[in-house]
């Protein structure tokens, strides 16, 4: 089954861009990512953030998917109480699960 994820950071944005890749990289198998992209934040007030898409193939259970997505973040030191001040070390959600559409992405 065909997933789609989106990553966003808005502090080290590069360095943990590239950290939440190599996690994922290791959590499902021949995922793949697009270019990163800058875009201004919205709703809040911080630095730009870096985004990319992902998108791999897997037999996992939807919560399945999103416990991984969820680990991912928490390893990197990710927080809701960092969300609430604006810092965004990383924020990984599941977009496409199979045909079923998530969430839509502001930025896409």
Sequence with gaps: ????????????????????????????DGITFSEPEWTEPIGIKSDRFLNCIGTFEAELSRTAVE????????????????HQLGKVLIDIDLIQYGNETIRKIAWL
Excluded: P, W
């Design 67 to 82: 416990k991984i997505l969820k680990r991912t973040e928490q390893v990197m030191g990710d927080s809701h109480q960092n």
């Design 1 to 28: 089954m065909k997933m789609i994820i989106a990553l966003g950071s808005n502090l080290h944005q590069e360095q943990n861009l590239l950290k939440a890749k190599e996690l994922l990289g290791h959590s499902f």
